[in-house]
Nanobody, 120 residues
Framework: QVQLVESGGGLVQAGGSLRLSCVAS????????MGWFRQSPGKEREFVAT???????NYRDSVKGRFTISRDIGKNTLYLQMISLRPEDTAVYYC??????????????WGQGTQVTVSS
């Protein structure tokens, strides 16, 4: 029933920027925590950033100061602004939605992913 559709991925040179978007279905967008995960070849999916129902955010250490998660409630859209990209940021990025207002446990819903490739 819940649908998450990512966009904005692509190829960028190291040091460049991209903004990912995720359009979420439903009218309860603001009631749930949301976030971004990513997966590189041969690695497990890893947490990137989350935002809770009152706007609080959390980031993995390697992206702090470079990535910003935000949302537009009126548009039911989640964003991930990425700057100063590094080759190690190359991955498929997934939009996720949690079952509660804070990002605890495993996300309930996952998007299909969007590829981000950072060249050196």
């Amino acid at each position: 029933q819940v649908q998450l559709v990512e966009s904005g991925g692509g190829l960028v040179q190291a040091g460049g920027s991209l903004r990912l978007s995720c359009v979420a279905s439903g009218r309860t967008f603001s009631d749930y925590a949301m976030g971004w995960f990513r997966q590189s070849p041969g690695k497990e999916r890893e947490f990137v950033a989350t935002i809770n129902s009152i706007g609080g955010t959390n980031y993995r250490d390697s992206v702090k100061g470079r990535f910003t998660i935000s949302r537009d409630i009126g548009k039911n859209t989640l964003y991930l602004q990425m700057i100063s990209l590094r080759p190690e940021d190359t991955a498929v990025y997934y939009c996720v939605k949690y079952a509660s207002s804070f990002p605890v446990g495993v996300p309930k819903n996952w998007g299909q992913g969007t590829q981000v490739t950072v060249s050196s």
